[in-house]
């Protein structure tokens, strides 16, 4: 009995204490909340800003690829790599040193074509961006005729793009005189593609042509 009364005593004593801080714990959750509101908003905003900074950029870029300033090469390369190390987590850059790298290798500067590819073909934040960057590179690299880095940048392709991986990898094959290593990169394309698919009988064709 006497350990129940000291019970009852210690539960009432919290009970009043608890009655008494309620207005003081209801300020303080409600201020967490707030603040917590406050970061969402400010980072929200933040990331709007960045994303609209990084779409002036770009579109800056595409001002100085459609252009024919005499110094056109100079000014693209200035613009992508200002875009690519203020803005290199956005798709603007993405697309830009694609768009760049096109540009470069159309006025034949393949070595700036082959410096934005690398980068871009590193960055797995870009995710299909970044393959399309290995595609490309893999075809520069095979107008070089550097055959053993054409073919290390089609290595481990991921399954959406592995059929355009084992083809050109056939194509490089080829271009080396190899021609069983290209008739299995090929089969390889064809055992990923529907027989309905465009890519299908072409390389269908490549091998009757062997």
């Known amino acids: 009995m006497i350990f ?20 003081v ?13 406050g970061i ?18 770009f579109e800056a870029l595409e001002q100085e690829i459609i252009s024919s300033n005499d110094e056109k090469n100079f000014r693209i390369k200035t613009a992508i790599e200002f875009l690519r190390d203020n803005y290199g987590d956005t798709i603007y850059s993405a697309i830009g040193v694609l768009i760049s790298a ?4 159309i006025s034949k500067n393949f070595d700036n074509a082959y ?4 980068w871009l073909s590193k960055q797995e934040r870009h995710g299909v961006f970044q393959y399309i ?3 490309r590179l893999a075809n520069l690299l095979l107008d070089e005729k550097r055959w053993n880095d054409a073919l290390c940048q089609l290595e481990n392709p991921p399954i959406e793009f592995s059929s355009i991986f084992f083809d050109r990898a056939g194509d490089i094959f080829i271009a080396q005189g190899n021609k069983e290593d290209a008739r299995n ?4 394309a064809l055992s990923k593609l529907n027989e309905k698919d465009e890519l299908y009988s072409v390389i269908k064709l490549k091998i009757h042509s062997l």
């Not at 129940?4 to 009043?16: A, G, N, P």
């Not at 714990?25 to 509101?37: H, Q």
């Open 4 to 23: 129940s009364s000291k019970m009852e005593s210690e539960f009432f004593s919290f009970k009043t204490w608890f009655l008494k801080s309620i207005p």
């Open 25 to 37: 714990i209801a300020c303080l959750i409600f201020f967490f909340i707030s603040i917590s509101s």
């Open 40 to 57: 969402w908003i400010y980072l929200k905003n933040h990331q709007i800003c960045h994303l609209n900074d990084a779409m002036r950029c």
């Open 102 to 105: 096109q540009a470069f290798h």
């Open 115 to 118: 410096e934005e590819l690398v």
């Open 133 to 135: 960057a290995r595609l």
């Open 185 to 188: 990169s090929w089969n390889n």
